[in-house]
Each structure stands twice: as structure tokens, then as C-alpha cells.
């Protein structure tokens, strides 16, 4: 089984990623880099998708794209560009994102009577082709999504988790009446939360923002929040209901059914790239990546030891035609070392690990090595398809439990200030705190501690009684944390 | 079968639309917006690509990619954005597309310190990429594709044709030699034909463009030419080899087995939404569009007679209940004539309608009527989805056929000018002809015909001795014509 040679070539990889205890910034960028999941390029602030950070996201649209389908969501494309006065119909949507997008002005070689940024986001051109598209009642709902990539001017940017061009769907929905689109803005939320805990095996906290974070425009925005291996939280995915104001701003009106001309009611909503981020900070350990079986684009690696030796590579290949029928799998037959290979696979994430040699042909098994637990576990190679696929299971179910445990132990209950500050001094991790409503606190509470409100939970509970900040009658619980 | 009412609606929606006969261009944008594939948008020159449309795109992507993975190949994405002084690094090629572009000044409120294009094509990003990516003969092959949006700054925008931004995939490969590469370009160049013939039922001719029509900064240009319902040209795929051209100038060497320092030889291709476009030409006619049953996104759609009879709705559920485990199906429910219906189900290019009413029910049958022929045929319930799939695949065969018939009908052979000309001045189509090699004879043949050489086929029949323009002796036999 060449254990040494495994434990020692191991270990010169392992001395190449810098432990997450020590530097949690710098492991996460190593594990991007060395798991290959992404490059840097010559375009400051944009990155390269390696295929093997692209398959990822081939898994994640795929199974995102088929739950929004099960819902009636339809796929569009709108132009990546917006004219300025477009951008500019709804006030509170210019402010949030005129300071920071990408300017055209030149088309070839002659100036553009009228600049265009690259779209942060598309709301302002679905207004304006919902405006021409919806007539009548019976034009509604319009249910349109769009996969597509968009541009914000970033100063600070990480792989994935923020660069000034990512990857995402954007949904965006025209209802008749306030009650569709409200309920159309949470079972949208529902589906990324399903998504993530069933999927990513990301459990999260399902919420709305409060005032100061909401979305540019919106009337409300809901967000589903995680927590990192670090204990700072990142927001996973959010879904807004804009009443009827982008409506009003772009003159988006149709006949009901009494005859009367009415506003359209609006939600948007948007997961991105950046929760492969989050996969890689939730399940991610000392020795790379980890991937639930969900997303994984090579579930299982078969590693031949001894793989000169008569048939253990033709054996290896067997396999593969057996487990490629049911499962996502490559054999490694490179020319390394078992124990490098061993090690490049559990940097790369791949969910199950297959061992065969010599002796194990003999004997008619292979060893299983589970990547979250390093768990080697033998099997017969009669009952292969079978234990692979229960261990997929079980791996897929046992990671979401784990970062719930996670999670959970690193939420904490502030009653009053002294232990919210007590609290945010020693640790990171989600704080559910009580709030009295009033913005002014909340700035506060930012400038001081350095944590943001991440929202307001479906469930709520009374930790207290008043405001954990000015001590007033408290509105509202609210998970504070800092956040990606 | 409310047969009178079905004529009158018919006619009336048909009368919307503008015979091909009358008014090609006309008949083509009237179907593009009543088939509802697109809409135009305040962005000049760009377009919405609606549900209808997409769907048909999201059809090409999978069938297309499946074909692409079967080959080896590797989905990655790169930034949208090329730094000018990047794509002043190959000569040719920015000549080729500096003109063409669209430029980012600012970034947010500042301009930047280097003028950004949008991405007309990603051979410099992807030559950027490669210079850090491959260092040793054992990086290679590279054979990595990204589907994505596209801007080239066109004056003159058609839907799907021509357009300021268009969707498509772009393959880029690098090899350790010359042979590798060519294989690779030709290769592709396969893979198109195939998947044009195979799912877009539109027959291609094979063959190498001119050096005055290769791409900019290619070696050698490959492409796919099919022939539209009005005897037009259509390049539906091109493949380029670049040599070692694009390495010398970025510096992508690797260590071969013989430890020497080599370049890298590359090859590029790309296929985008104009086939859509080709399809609209090719299958198309004065009812609107006509889909090939693999890339319609509705291959079935049932049409209940006299629906508010009792059983009659729940009948047509039922069958569409059956047919969706194999087919993509819909039921038009909606309260509109079943003549309308009848006309819109033509329009929208559905391959097979069902029509299902209280007398067919009663006699335990139901009629499916082709839209490429308008063909009905009676069948029993109980064969329906056998029926159905015969006749889906008889119809993707018939397409296939009929549009080859049509293309060789007008194919003409010319022999000397005189033949040349006269063929032109009547006809439109694809003219054999052959040619001297020289680019003065091609210059003179598009000033004064008006046609441009389409390819030189890999299938080389010697029609004649001498160059059709200037009477030297003929090297190739090339296929002109007209196109888009």
C-alpha cells in the first residue's frame, strides 16, 4: 500500500498550502490556486475558471437551473450593455451601482453619442424590455432568468469570493398584484436555501436585510446567510421584491381584468460564483479542497498501486467502466507516485479515493478513503457500485451535519452591549442580538464593533427585551457577524 | 375539427407575415419577432433573446458541448476584457479586430490607466493564459473552450445574423506540434459538420477559405458553408489553424521530451446564435418557422378540439402526461380558436401538433399533423408514442434531404466568365468555378459580381482548366457565392 511514500510525499504537498489555523486568507488562496480551480490574469481583478473551477459551476447551474425550471422560470438573454439614461431611471439604483461600474465609449473607432456601462446587473434592462412585452393580465406573470457574467469596479478583489467580472444567474420576475410577487421573492429565497443545505451541503440562515442593507431599489431583500470555517459569514444568495417602483420609473403597466391600467409588481434575485467560495470555505481542510459528491466533478479517483505489475492497470480500468455507468470517475495511471497521487487528490477534493493493487486484486477488494474524514474503509469489489453510492450518501449528508454542528457552535446569544462587545473581542462567529429597529444603532454598532447585521431570521426569538445597543424596546432579533 | 375556422385564422396571422417570395428579409425579421425568438432593445444593434429563442440555444449548447467533451475538450472562462496592449501583440490579428471594438474607459468614476476591449474573440487571452499555464510536453494538448458573449461593433445589425454582441462558444487549443494541431482544427471542423447535419439538419459544404478570407492572424481557416432557403451563403462554423504564429508572438514555449525549448502550435474555433439564423433560412416557410425536432424546445404540442366538452382537457393532459417521458410537449389550453392555435403552433415552428377532440376520443384515435409537410395522419391512442417518435425521426431525416435536394438544385457550375456572370445575373446560389490561386482574380470577382469565395472544398472536382477569371491554369475549384 506504500504507506510511507504516501505520508511523506503528503507531507511536502501539505508544507506547500499554509494551514488555515495559521493564515485562513492565505490557506484559501492557496487551496484556489493549488486545487487549480482558478488562475490570476493579466486583467487586474479578473480571473481565470481552470476547468476544474468551471465544472464546479457546470454542477451548480445545472441542478440551480433544473429547480428553477420545476417552478416555471424561462431563460433569456438581455445585452450586456446599459445606456446611461437607462441606468438612471431609478434613483436609489443609479446610487448603489453608478459608482462603481465599467464605462464604454468608444465603439471602433469613434465615440458613442451616449456612454453604456457593462451591467452590474440587469434590472434597469428587464424594466425596459418588460416595458414593450407586457400588454395585459394575460402577459402575466413573466417569470425570465438570465446566466450571465457582469462587471462591478471592485477595489479589493479575491478569487471568487469578489472580482470585477463573476459568473451568475439573475432572475427577474413581473407579477400582477404585490402578494405574487412577494410570494414569488421568497420561494425563490427557498429554492437557494434547498439548494445549498441539499447541494453545497451549506446549511443557512433564511432572513431579511435590514433598511441600511437592502438592495439598491428594492422594497425588501431577502438573503440566505452562511457561515465560513472562520466564523465570518457570507452572504449566499438574495432575492428582492421591488414593489411596484421600478414599475413607476419605467412606465410598466398593463390591463387587468377590471379593465383598469395597472403597475406591475417586481422581484429579482441572484446566486453567483462566489459560492464556490463558500463550499471551499465551509468543507475545506488543511489538506485542499472538499467537495460534496453533489458538485464534485470527479466523485471517484481510482489510484493503481503498483501499476507496472501485470493487470493492475487493466484492472483499474475495469473499474472505471463499472463506476462510470452510475458515478463521476477518473483513474490517475500518470507516472507519479501513489503517495503523490494520494496527495493530489485529496488537494483536489475528489469525494471517494479507490486503491487497488496487486494484493487486493488477489483478494477481490479495493479500499475506499473517504476525503472529509481520510476514513479508509475495504470493500469487496463485488459489492463496488453499491458501497461507493451509499458513501457518497452518506458523505453528502454527514458534511452537511458537520457544518451545521459547525455553525451552531459558533452562534452565539448577546443580551446586553458588554457581552456583545465580550463576545466579538474573543470570537467570530454569528451573534443573534436583539434590535430596536432604528438605523442609527446599526451604524453604531458598525463603527464599533467592525460587524454588519447579516439579517433578520424568519425565526425569530426573544434573547432579550431591548435593543442590545440604546436599550430601548427591541424590534427585532438580528444575526450580526462579520462578514466576506 | 373546426376545419373553416382554422383556414380563416390561419390566413389572417399568415397575411402578417410577408411571403419569402415577395420579400426574404422582410419574410425572416417578421418571423424572428412572431415566432417570438427575439425582441429589439434600446441598446442599438443588440437584441433580447426571448424564451422561445433561447430554449433553442440552450438545445445547441448541450447537444454541441456533449460533442465537444467526447472529443476531450475542457469548459474554462476567462475575463471579458482585453488590455489594449494585448491585443496589439499579434499584427495581423489586431488589424483584424482594433476596428471592430468596443472600449471601457472608466472604472467607476476614474479612467483607467489602460483601455480595456470587450472581447471580440479571447485568442489573446487565451495566449496570455497559456504562457503561464504550459511549461512541459506533458501540459499538453490543451484543449479548452468557453461559451460566452462576443462584441464587434457591426453598422449594420440583423437578429442573429449580425449583432453588436452575439452568444457562442470559442474552443482554443495548444499542441506540441504541427500535426496535432492541424488534426485538431480539422477535427472540429468535423464535429460541426456533423452536429449541423445530425441536429440542425442543415447539409454543409467542407472546405479551406482563401487567404483573403481567413481569419485574422490564422494560418489556415477552415469552414462549414451552407446554402439558405433564398440560394444564400451562410459560414455556420469556422475552424483556424494558427500555427505557431500566435506562440512566437506571446512566448508559450515548453520543455519537449528531448529537453529543448519549443513553441506551442494552436488552433481556435467557434460557433454562435447565427445558426439559429441558418436554421430560420434553411427550414423556414410562409407559415413562419420550421424547427428540427432535436433542437425544438416544444417538439409536441396538443391542441384540444371543442375543449370545454366534458373529458376533453383531461384527455389532452393525459396525453401529454405519456408523451413528456419521451418528448418535449406542451398542451395549448388557453381560450383561444383552435384555428388560432392551429396557426400560432405553425408560426412557432412546433414539429408535430396533436389535434384531440370528443369524436376522436370516441374513436380512440387522434390526428398529428407535420409542420414540415402540413401532412395529417390519423392514429390510434394506443401506438401514440411509437407514432410519435417515427414520425420525429422520419421528420429529421426528411428535413435533412430536402434541404440538401434544395442546395444541390442551386448549385450551379461555371466554366468560363461568361457562364459566371450569367449564373450570377440570374441566379442566386452556390457557383463552382475554379481559380488560379491568385488573390487579384478574388478581388475582381467581388468587385464586379458581387460574390466572395465561400471555401475550397475538401471535395476537389476539376470542372474546368483554367481559372474562371483570368483563363490561367486553375489550381483549386472553389465555391462562390453571395452571403451574409
Known sequence: MADKTTQDTNKKMVEAITSMEVDFAQWYTDVVKKAELIDYTSVKGCMVIKPAGYAIWELIQKQLDERFKATGVENVYLPMFIPESLL??????????????????????????????????????????YKNDIHSYRDLPKVYNQWCSVVRWEKETRPFLRSREFLWQEGHTAHATAEDAEERTVQMLNVYADFLE???????????????????????????????HDGKALQSGTSHNFGDGFAKAFGIQFADKDNTLKYVHQTSWGMTTRIIGAMIMVHGDNEGLVMPPRVAPIQVCIVPIQQKKEGVLDKAYELRDRLQKEFRVKVDDTDKTPGYKFAEAEMRGYPIRVEIGPKDIEAGKCVLCRRDT???IEVSLVELEAKVGELLETMQREMLERARAHRDEHTYVARNLEEFRKIFNEKTGFVKAMWCGCQECED???????????????????????????????KKMVYWGRAY
Open 88 to 129: 438612471q431611471k431609478e434613483k436609489d439604483h443609479v446610487e448603489g451601482f453608478a459608482p462603481e461600474v465599467a464605462w464604454v465609449t468608444h465603439g471602433g473607432l469613434q465615440p458613442l453619442a451616449e456612454r453604456l456601462c457593462v451591467r452590474p446587473t440587469s434590472e434597469t434592462l428587464f424594466c425596459d424590455f
Open 444 to 474: 453604531k454598532i458598525k463603527e464599533e464593533l467592525a460587524v454588519t447585521s447579516r439579517c433578520m431570521p424568519f425565526e425569530q426569538e426573544e434573547v432579550a427585551e431591548e435593543c442590545v445597543y440604546c436599550g430601548k424596546p427591541a
Open 374 to 376: 481520510r476514513e479508509k
Open 198 to 228: 441539499e447541494v453545497m451541503a451549506i446549511p443557512v440562515i433564511k432572513g431579511k436585510k435590514t433598511e441600511k442593507e437592502k438592495f439598491a431599489g428594492a422594497e425588501a431583500t431577502y438573503t440566505v446567510e452562511a457561515l465560513m
